[in-house]
C-alpha cells in the first residue's frame, strides 16, 4: 500500500494547471445543471442564467431561454469561479494527482467543492451567491458540486497525463 505524501505545488504552478482542471469542473458541473434545471425547471440554461443575478440581478434568475446577456455571463461567471477555485486545488492536491494517486485526487477534488459549497453559501452575501440556489432544489445542488469536484480531479489528472506524455 502506497504512503500517502502531502506536498503543495507552488503557487503560480498550481494557477497554470487550475486552468486544465478548472475548466473540466466548469463544463462538468455546467453539464448538472444542464440536466438539473431540465428535471426541475423544464429549461437547460435557466440555473446558468442565474448565475449572473449578481450583475443583472432576480431578473436574470427568472430567465428561462438562453440569451447573451444571461447565459453567456453567467457561464463565463461561472468558469472564472471554477477556475479560482481550481488553483486551491492544485496548490492542495495537485502533487497527489501528478504522481498519478487517484484516491488523494478525487477526495481532494471533493474537498475543495465542499469548501467552495460551504463559502458560496455560509460566507458570501446573497448578492454574490451562485445564483442556481435559485432555480434548484438541495440535492441537485449536492450533485452540482460533486460534478465540480469530479471535474477538477478528472480534469487534473489528464493534465498531468498529457504532461508525463510530452
Not at 88 to 96: H, L, P, S, V
Not at 116 to 142: H, I, M, N, W
Amino acid at each position: 500500500m502506497k504512503r500517502f505524501e502531502y506536498r503543495r505545488k507552488p503557487w503560480l504552478q498550481a494557477a497554470r494547471d487550475a486552468l486544465a482542471s478548472g475548466t473540466l469542473g466548469s463544463v462538468a458541473s455546467t453539464a448538472a445543471l444542464a440536466a438539473a434545471g431540465y428535471k426541475e425547471t423544464g429549461s437547460v440554461v435557466a440555473p446558468t442564467n442565474a448565475i449572473s443575478h449578481w450583475y443583472w440581478g432576480d431578473r436574470a434568475a427568472r430567465h428561462d431561454e438562453p440569451s447573451l446577456q444571461y447565459t453567456l455571463f453567467g457561464y463565463a461567471t461561472h468558469h472564472v469561479a471554477s477556475i479560482f477555485w481550481a488553483t486551491f486545488y492544485e496548490r492542495w492536491f495537485g502533487t497527489a494527482k501528478d504522481r498519478g494517486d487517484v484516491v488523494p485526487a478525487v477526495a481532494g477534488g471533493l474537498a475543495v467543492s465542499a469548501l467552495a459549497c460551504f463559502v458560496d453559501y455560509k460566507l458570501t452575501p446573497r448578492r454574490l451567491q451562485p445564483g442556481y440556489e435559485l432555480r434548484l432544489s438541495r440535492p441537485a445542488l449536492g450533485v452540482v458540486y460533486g460534478a465540480f469536484g469530479l471535474g477538477l480531479a478528472v480534469g487534473s489528472m489528464f493534465n498531468a497525463a498529457a504532461r508525463r506524455r510530452a
